[in-house]
């Protein structure tokens, strides 16, 4: 068991299946670990949470991967040992790196002047068994399990850690940095609330979260906002302005609205922000703040 802010996550049984192979009588002694997709707060608390579980009671070596699959295909590694893991609990980041373009049945490779995608899934595994690995650990978010999938179908044995921001990972009820975005989020909300206030502005919010509302609706719960906009939910815009209007002409000198990053029919960010903009309101996106700083 580890903790990380409010969670805590079992790791003990994953790693009890790779000691022995996967039900195998064969005792797993080198494992890989990498980070996959965007930067998220929490991974390197994964990585250390990996790192103290392998070594301290299983006895593992453990070999990370830098930038995420590009390292396992491009055979750049670390090892990593228990002096790594000083300080790495709060700190955000990830003392790998991480790559949200390194797909390896995808793989962008310069030919010419240009960069074309190639399979090089075969070199991922064929890297793998020269390093002596008996499993790897995925840490990422949906791109980065698709990609393990994949993997996993070529024959390497892969635990997949859920990492995401968004919140969106199936089968997962909470993924490693939504709880910190969130508190970013909330807390920008709650600061603009002053600024609002003291110019009489209506105040877009723009969050991220892409396809999944998660962000959006916790910060716009918590943060008092007044209209939520969620990619699951169809809305009207005319509706919108038409209600903050009235709001507006009745005196209420502050309105807050929470918008996800982007709907999949592209309406999110640039129809609110039109919207707005006729309301004489203020666009404020904070999507460059959540993925940041250290974990909750």
Request: with cysteine; charged share 20%; net charge negative.
């Amino acid at each position: 068991m580890f903790q990380i802010g409010r969670y805590t996550v079992t790791l003990r049984v994953e790693l009890n299946q790779l000691c022995w192979g996967f039900g195998s009588m064969r005792k797993v002694k080198r494992i890989g670990v990498l980070t996959g997709g965007g930067d998220c707060p929490g991974l390197n608390a994964v990585i250390r949470a990996v790192v103290k579980t392998a070594s301290n009671d299983y006895d593992m070596e453990v070999i990370g991967f830098l930038d995420g699959y590009e390292g396992l295909i491009e055979n750049r590694f670390r090892t990593l040992d228990l002096r790594d893991m000083s300080g790495l609990l709060s700190k955000g980041g990830t003392i790998l790196g991480s790559s949200n373009r390194a797909d390896p049945f995808n793989f962008p490779v310069m030919q010419g002047d240009d960069y074309v995608s190639l399979d090089r899934s075969a070199q991922g595994v064929l890297n793998f068994e020269s390093l002596g690995l008996d499993a790897l650990i995925a840490i990422g978010g949906d791109g980065t399990m698709a990609a393990s999938a994949g993997m996993v179908g070529k024959g390497l044995p892969i635990v997949g850690v859920p990492k995401t921001i968004d919140n969106d990972l199936w089968g997962t009820d909470v993924t490693f940095g939504f709880d910190s975005a969130l508190g970013v989020a909330t807390e920008a909300i709650d600061r603009i609330h002053t600024t609002a206030q003291s110019h009489h502005r209506v105040m877009l919010i723009e969050v991220m979260g892409r396809y999944a509302g998660w962000i959006a609706l916790g910060s716009g719960l918590a943060g008092g906002g007044d209209i939520i906009l969620l990619p699951e939910i169809p809305y009207d815009l005319s509706a919108i302005c038409d209600q903050v209007k009235i709001a507006q002409f009745a005196g209420q000198k502050l309105l807050d609205c929470s918008c996800w990053r982007r709907s999949q029919t592209g309406r999110g960010r640039d129809g609110c922000q039109t919207a707005y903009q006729e309301l004489a309101g203020r666009h404020s996106p904070r999507r460059c703040l959540q993925p940041g700083g250290g974990t909750t």
